[in-house]
């Protein structure tokens, strides 16, 4: 996606050279269209189909959720930085071409002053042309491509890319609406069942507890008296993670998990979550790193702790007692960022991607400690609602790092 303003180019006179690539092009679309529900499929297999008539370095297609374009297909050789980014609604050219309607051709991003997602990418690619993706006059995503090469597209191929995106509008908004429907059930089963299994071992430890203290509390030895008092309280703040997972969850199955946009000192937040969490975890040496001078953001101060606070326990939940746990924070390319590194049991070559699904649980983790498998689900929403992105990756010495980015509030930013 770029983010840098230019004038935008008028539409060509449609090229009759493409028109037998192009009806071919749409015959293989509504093939794949027609007998497969998933989405990201479709929008993979339309890039895969594209590369072979247009002479593209890679080419990602990006669809609008709430006020972000998020990447949900990309080809070519940076496709991994790609898939998964999200930028979120402002002055930008991707966003430009989403909210005008109108396609955007560039034969030296360079000098165009087009800023591309991802270092490799930004480097690299010289030539860029960008359609709206468009159903019932409001557009709903951007398709793609870019070069290595400079001039690499021309006229022909902004109307070739304008056929595809027209046949392509009709079976993304069936498969979304399918992929929204199946997302509502399985959090709706969530709910549930957090409410059927999850919510009871707490509540029972409580009651139970408080019934023993009621009844023997002067006979009770104060080690015995001190121990369930700990018992109560830890199994009291698992209760109010659990409700406030819920909240998320609800809102999650209603549509979207909405955000303030409240400017935010993230080093206080962190401190403070930081903190709590020591506290809960006394056999666990956590310390925070923070950058000098770190810029504001704009969020929700108790998404941040909520967020932090999960990261943090699931580094303890998984590491040895005494081992080291570290929140590096710092301000790199436009965003905040935050690295909880831990030296724990790490993570399956292969999972990280799928770590933030909900109740999704590695064998790993299962065999080391319980858990309801909505937690790293609830992170991403959380922090997806700031505008942000998250991640989980292997360390290369062992452990593992979990992180996440938002990006940095700067003032007056210029709109032409």
Request: charged share 25%; net charge negative; aromatic share 4%.
């Amino acid at each position: 996606m770029a983010q840098v303003d230019e004038p935008l180019l008028d539409l060509p006179v449609p090229d009759p050279l493409r028109s037998a690539a192009t009806a071919q092009l749409i015959v293989d679309i509504a093939t794949v269209a027609a007998g497969e529900r998933e989405l990201d499929h479709i929008l993979l297999e339309t890039l895969d189909r594209l590369r072979t008539v247009v002479p593209l370095t890679g080419g990602s297609i990006a669809l609008v959720e709430g006020d972000q374009l998020a990447i949900r297909a990309a080809v070519g050789p940076f496709a991994e930085e790609a898939l998964g980014q999200r930028l979120g609604r402002g002055p930008s050219r991707s966003w430009r071409v989403v909210e005008t309607l109108e396609p955007y051709l560039s034969g030296d991003v360079q000098a165009a002053g087009l800023s591309m997602t991802g270092p490799a990418a930004a480097s690299a690619i010289r030539s860029w042309l960008a359609v709206p993706i468009v159903r019932r006059d409001r557009g709903i995503g951007l398709l793609e491509i870019d070069s290595t090469e400079a001039s690499a597209f021309d006229h022909a191929d902004v109307e070739l890319l304008s056929t595809v995106v027209r046949a392509l509008s009709g079976p993304i908004e069936l498969a979304s609406l399918y992929a929204e429907e199946r997302r509502g059930a399985a959090l709706r089963e969530a709910f549930i069942g957090v409410i059927s299994h999850e919510l009871r071992t707490p509540i029972t430890t409580i009651y139970g507890l408080t019934k023993m203290l009621r009844r023997r509390l002067d006979s009770l030895a104060p080690e015995v008296r001190n121990e369930a008092i700990g018992d109560i309280e830890a199994e009291a703040d698992r209760l109010y993670r659990l409700v406030e997972d819920l909240l998320v969850l609800s809102r999650a199955e209603r549509g979207r998990v909405e955000s303030s946009d409240e400017p935010l000192l993230m080093d206080k937040i962190l401190r403070r979550a930081v903190h709590a969490e020591a506290a809960r975890w006394p056999t666990r040496t956590m310390a925070l790193r923070l950058e000098e001078r770190l810029p504001l953001v704009l969020g929700e101060p108790t998404y941040v702790e909520q967020v932090v606070r999960n990261l943090l326990s699931n580094a303890a939940k998984y590491s040895p007692p005494g081992a080291p746990i570290e929140v590096q924070v710092t301000h790199e390319g436009g965003e905040l960022v935050v690295r909880v590194l831990d030296s724990g049991i790490g993570l399956p070559a292969g999972e990280e991607g799928h770590l933030f699904e909900l109740f999704y649980r590695s064998r790993t983790a299962s065999r080391k400690a319980a858990g309801a498998g909505i937690g790293l689900f609830v992170c991403r929403q959380l922090v997806e609602a700031m505008g942000g992105r998250i991640w989980a990756a292997g360390r290369p010495a062992g452990g593992s790092e979990f992180g996440f980015a938002v990006p940095a509030h700067i003032e007056d930013v210029e709109d032409d």
